[in-house]
């Protein structure tokens, strides 16, 4: 069984705040997936990132880094200087190995104010 | 098309009536998901297509939910005899499945809101 846990519900900073959104994962198996999508008010979710269990490497892409811990089973993701357009529902999810479908996080709704 | 598309964006109906929800994938992906969004339950893998094999239907909540794929392309989610609880947002996605097991990343489309009465 596989299981994500967003314990942030909500959160809300004021613009060029920076940001971190927490994904803690559970699963049995030792290759899995983890991906970031976003979900903005108009409903469509959009993908974001992925990452291996075999790559513990941290990723940046712009704004926006990853924080992969195989230790801990977190996979946590920072905005940097946050922006009114990040306002959305972030959602963590895994795959394992012998599953391909996605198991999500309850998602964490994320609010930049002006 | 350039990504998922699914149709319609809005379906109402009336409690016992049967409804049936679209999806279109990316052209050239193999694989294809049904998932459903709902307050109370969140994100909710409910069916799982892959090429020519049999479907992965794990996930469905009851037999009043069944899926086909025809032709290995468009997908339909069909809901019999429909009950307020199944008012939720369909999501579908589709993704380039690569042989030997790896999993690929899923690309979702704008899904369909059920609402019924």
């Known amino acids: 069984a596989q299981k994500v846990t967003q314990a942030q519900t909500e959160i809300s900073v004021v613009e060029k705040e920076d940001v971190t959104l927490d994904c803690v994962y559970e699963t049995r198996d030792t290759t899995y997936y983890l991906f970031w999508y976003k979900q903005p008010p108009s409903g469509e979710l959009v993908f974001l990132i992925r990452r291996n269990s075999f790559d513990e490497q941290n990723e940046i892409s712009g704004r926006y880094s990853w924080n992969f811990q195989k230790s801990t089973s977190s996979f946590n993701f920072t905005i940097t200087a946050s922006q009114v357009v990040d306002s959305a529902v972030y959602f963590c999810?895994?795959?394992?190995?012998?599953?391909?479908?996605?198991?999500f996080g309850s998602g964490t709704q994320l609010t930049v104010l002006p | 098309g350039a990504g998922v598309s699914q149709s319609p964006s809005n379906k109402v109906t009336e409690k016992g009536k049967d409804v049936e929800l679209r999806c279109d994938p990316i052209?050239?992906?193999?694989?294809l998901y049904w998932y459903r969004q709902s307050l109370g339950q969140g994100l909710e893998f409910l069916i799982y297509?892959?090429?020519?094999?049999?479907?992965?239907k794990s996930g469905l909540p009851s037999d009043r939910f069944s899926a086909e794929r025809t032709g290995g392309s468009v997908s339909t989610l069909t809901i019999q005899r429909t009950q307020q609880e199944d008012s939720a947002v369909y999501l579908c996605?589709?993704?380039?499945?690569?042989?030997?097991?790896?999993?690929?990343?899923?690309?979702f489309g704008p899904g369909t809101r059920l609402t019924v009465l």
């Open positions: 297509f892959q090429g020519n094999s049999a479907p992965d």
């Open positions: 052209s050239g992906h193999t694989a």
């Open positions: 999810a895994v795959s394992s190995g012998s599953a391909r479908q996605l198991t």
């Open positions: 996605a589709s993704s380039l499945a690569v042989l030997g097991g790896s999993t690929d990343t899923q690309y």
